[in-house]
């Protein structure tokens, strides 16, 4: 059983910068693919990116690379997603989740999920 909680959305104008956290918790995370996603009102939940907790490598939608950067705090079992360059088109409800062997880039084989935290871009 894996706990992720996200925190941080927020208001905040285009262009400007946000940092959302994940706080996970649980049994044997530590090898599995942690990520966030998305979901825009009226629209499919999508994936941002991913991270291999024990190694750290990175994997990014094409729509967020470059802009966003996702890493984390081992110490303090944290995942964060770092965005900049905010754009309109960011606005959505972004999740975080974890699993043991999921598909990454696609939101099937995720085994769970946080409740999700809002951020909204206005221009």
């Known amino acids: 059983q894996v706990q992720l909680i996200e925190s941080g959305g927020r208001l905040v104008q285009v262009g400007g910068s946000l940092r959302l956290s994940c706080t996970i918790s649980g049994r044997d995370f530590y090898t599995y693919a942690v990520g966030w996603f998305r979901q825009a009102s009226g629209k499919e939940r999508e994936f941002v990116g991913t991270?291999?907790?024990?190694?750290?490598?990175?994997y990014y939608a094409p729509s967020v690379k470059g802009r966003f950067t996702i890493s984390r705090d081992s110490a303090k079992d944290t995942l964060f997603l770092e965005m900049n360059s905010l754009k309109v088109e960011d606005t959505a409800v972004y999740y975080c989740a974890a699993g043991a062997s999921p598909a990454l880039g696609a939101t099937r084989g995720w085994d769970f999920w946080g409740q999700g935290t809002q951020v909204t871009v206005s221009s």
């Open positions: 991270i291999l907790w024990s190694g750290g490598t990175t």
